[in-house]
Nanobody, 121 residues
Framework: QVQLVESGGGLVQAGGSLRLSCAAS????????MGWYRQAPGLQRELVAT???????NYADSVKGRFTISRDNGKKTVYLQMSSLKPEDTAVYYC???????????????WGKGTLVTVSS
């Protein structure tokens, strides 16, 4: 079994900061790219940021300069530091990881259950 568990969500005022964490656990041989997506009420899930195993990052235009994604490979954890938060950042944030469970298996995409971030105006 593999689990991705997010934490760090909550209620914050506009202009504030939050740091999300997502830890992978279970039978894992290696982890490739990791990332964060979000889904606001009534909207489709959208990409927030991704990071490769080598540390290359990619961000949605809407969060560039405000959010920073990072990872700790030893802890199998990905982080999302969110600053200058806006009400439109309100959403459920999901982490994802492309990982191999065994040396002989291919990469598969796994998802966490999400953590709610609410930004009040």
């Amino acid at each position: 079994q593999v689990q991705l568990v997010e934490s760090g969500g909550g209620l914050v005022q506009a202009g504030g900061s939050l740091r999300l964490s997502c830890a992978a656990s279970g039978s894992i041989y290696s982890i490739g790219a990791m990332g964060w997506y979000r889904q606001a009420p009534g909207l489709q899930r959208e990409l927030v940021a991704t990071i490769t195993s080598g540390g290359n990052t990619n961000y949605a235009d809407s969060v560039k300069g405000r959010f920073t994604i990072s990872r700790d490979n030893g802890k199998k954890t990905v982080y999302l530091q969110m600053s200058s938060l806006k009400p439109e950042d309100t959403a459920v944030y999901y982490c994802t990881a492309d990982l191999r469970r065994f040396y002989y298996s291919g990469e598969k995409d796994y998802w966490g259950k999400g953590t709610l971030v609410t930004v009040s105006s």
